[in-house]
């Protein structure tokens, strides 16, 4: 496993020049975000929230303590352009956006699945990526872990007592539910991928470095909290 990128912390959002993968809480969860750098020259979130997509301006972020660290994943900057700009895209298409995504190659982009992958925060990094035809890590090889499910579960029931405050459709809800046996991303390892040389990286290395990164997030939130 050979480390070739920093996890980089908030302070330092302006060095991110295209596009970089964060990672923040929502609630008591870890939650990956894209960030990218629009043809503007702004610096803009774009995540997956309970109602759907949602992006908004890194500027207005600056003192949102959660947002804890971020980091570049290993392509040529012409494919971080690339991601960049197709973030950019699907920041003024996505109120026509379907539930989810396919990965399969040599088909990419967003396409309209039944449920098949688990509509999560990390599998729209993960699918940004792969619409750029940028692929961050070996599907393949991903494995399934005991906990999945109750993590789909516990979405899925989230999404239902919510629906009448996030405004959440029927058939998003159907497609969630879906998902419960789906095997699972993690944010932690979206961005120890992004830290990793030579992607697509496998499960394990992806894995093993995700716990180094799960920790040192969790220490950071210990730390912030303390200081409040």
């Known amino acids: 496993m050979m480390i070739r990128g920093p996890l980089c912390f908030p302070s330092q959002y302006e060095d991110i020049s295209r596009f970089a993968v964060g990672i923040t809480w929502h609630g008591r ?3 990956a975000v894209a960030i990218f750098r629009a043809s503007d020259g702004q610096l803009k979130l774009l995540e997956m929230g309970p109602g759907g997509l949602a992006s908004q301006d890194m500027e207005q972020l600056r003192d949102h303590t959660s947002l804890h660290a971020w ?25 026509t956006l379907e539930y989810g995504f396919r990965f399969a190659i040599p088909e990419v982009g967003m396409i309209p699945t039944d449920g098949c992958v688990g509509f999560t925060c990390s599998s729209l990094v993960l699918g940004l990526l792969h619409g750029a035809a940028a692929i961050l890590i ?21 999404l239902v007592k919510e629906r009448d405050n996030i405004h959440i459709s029927q058939s998003t809800l159907d497609a969630n539910q879906q998902d419960v046996n789906c095997l699972r991303y993690r944010p932690q390892e979206v961005v120890a991928a992004s830290m990793l040389s030579n992607p697509p990286n496998d499960f394990d290395p992806v894995a093993s470095l995700g716990v180094c990164v799960d920790l040192m997030v969790r220490h950071l939130k210990d730390v912030a909290g303390k200081r409040k």
């Open 29 to 31: 969860n870890l939650h």
């Open 138 to 158: 070996n599907y393949s090889t991903w494995q399934q872990r005991a906990d999945d499910g109750a993590f789909h579960a516990s979405v899925y029931r989230y």
């Open 71 to 95: 980091a570049v994943p290993h392509f040529d900057d012409i494919v971080l352009m690339n991601i960049a700009a197709y973030c950019e895209a699907v920041c003024l298409a996505w109120p």
